[in-house]
């Protein structure tokens, strides 16, 4: 790049280190040479620490030097044991950066490069850098891969510049009590209610294609926010309109949609997962951020299962339910193999609300559930059916694990759902099987009564839920 766009002055940045073997410092000192090859002011102890100076002062030096913008920590096993044990030079540096790091002013100061992954492939950092940024230089592709990034991030010139702002949706134009709400303009969903099968399917799918767009806006930005739990709460809250508008588009397909249907759905769902981790380059986030997309992402699994069994429709949820997913990596070209069970949420946020009000509830998260099913088109008891569905998926398939978190409303309950009532009838039973892996009656049985053996049973608070009772097990299959 020319000088002019990026200034006469190079950029100076400090490289934190630990001298744990020969070559790990031949490889930092030739990280060090490629970025001074790049146009990079790289101060480094082996070249500007003369012999009898003190080492502690020279890393105060240059982690307080406003002079130096960047600092990049080259983390190995070493390292990070050293930081976070706060032995040693290392650990005197850590609580150095550690201080500056969480002061808003510093926070694109810091970065770790990470030489080093556990045994689980997560990468060694310290932990005051756990949720910052960092660069992945573990072997020679990543580091092919990543040291651009690097020089990228030095000289603030992202690769993906910022899109032009275009003109504000017209879905805008709609609002809703809480905070944060996104909702479809009323408009578009008419042409559900009145148009032929075919065109409202369209405009179903079209709706689906939107509101996975849309997502993305449920992603919170909570580092400056004072109250986050009440943030992340009202945020949740403001979802409810957006979800009723999801439910009547999957309602609509899977009454009219077809063979279509699955794929349509399938889609929206990985649309959702493509944010589902989502973290900004460069910049601070808290924990909290993504809770608000889990608790949407979540709902609507649940909520299509529901709608579907209660329309019949178990193929096509089970068809949804069995396809693998595709899950990008934050900021990367590759992804992994998700399921639907990515989709089991564990909100913090909510748990920390529950405790700071001292509200004393079993799970604020059910609470939620209940009070938008309410009023809601899926009715809660088929929110709750599904719910327990997909936990027993998670019993006969660990690798759909789940956990109904509904289940709490089911503690008191003696008799049995819906859906599994009706198939004391063969006839019915062999529709629904569909969505529990197409096992006959015996078999469920068996295989429950295994699950039950091995101690995983459904409680709340202290208080077993019959699942014998609740999915009618005995009397399954057992009329035409």
Sequence with gaps: MPSSELGDTPPKVFVSYRWTSPEHEDWVLLFASSLRQHGVNVILDKWHLSEGQDTIAFMESMVGDPEVQKVLMVCDRGYVDRANSREGGVGTEAQIISAKVYERTDQNKFAAIVLELDDDGRPLLPHYMATRLYFDLSSEEAQAANFEKVVRWIFGKPFHAAPPIGEPPKFLDQTYSSATTLTLSSQRLRPIKTTTSQGGTQVAAEILADVGVMSRKLVLELRDVADREEAVFEGIRGTFPLLEDTFRAFLELIRNGGEKTADIVHSFFETILTNWDYAPLNVQYTRWDNDVLHYFGHECLVSFVGLAMHERAFSTAAEVLSMPMYKPRAHDRTGELATHASF?????????????????????????????????????????????????????????????????????????????????????????????????????????????????????????????????????????
Excluded: C, M
């Design 344 to 480: 089991f949420p564990h909100l913090e946020s909510l748990e920390s609300r529950n405790r700071s009000l001292k509200l004393n509830r079993l799970s604020l998260h059910a609470d939620l559930l209940a009070e938008h099913h309410e009023h809601s088109i899926v009715r809660f008891d088929s929110f709750l059916e599904a719910d327990l569905t997909l936990y027993v998926r998670g019993l006969l398939s660990p690798k759909f694990h789940w956990y109904p978190i509904s289940g709490v409303f089911l503690g008191r309950s003696f008799g049995a759902l819906p859906t599994y009532v009706r198939a004391t009838s063969e006839r019915f039973y062999n529709r629904l099987k569909t969505l529990l892996f197409n096992l006959d009656a015996n078999t469920l049985r068996t295989n429950l009564a295994a699950a039950a053996a091995q101690g995983r049973p459904l409680r709340f608070d202290y208080q077993e839920v019959s699942l014998q009772r609740l999915l009618n097990l005995e009397a399954l299959a057992t009329s035409v």
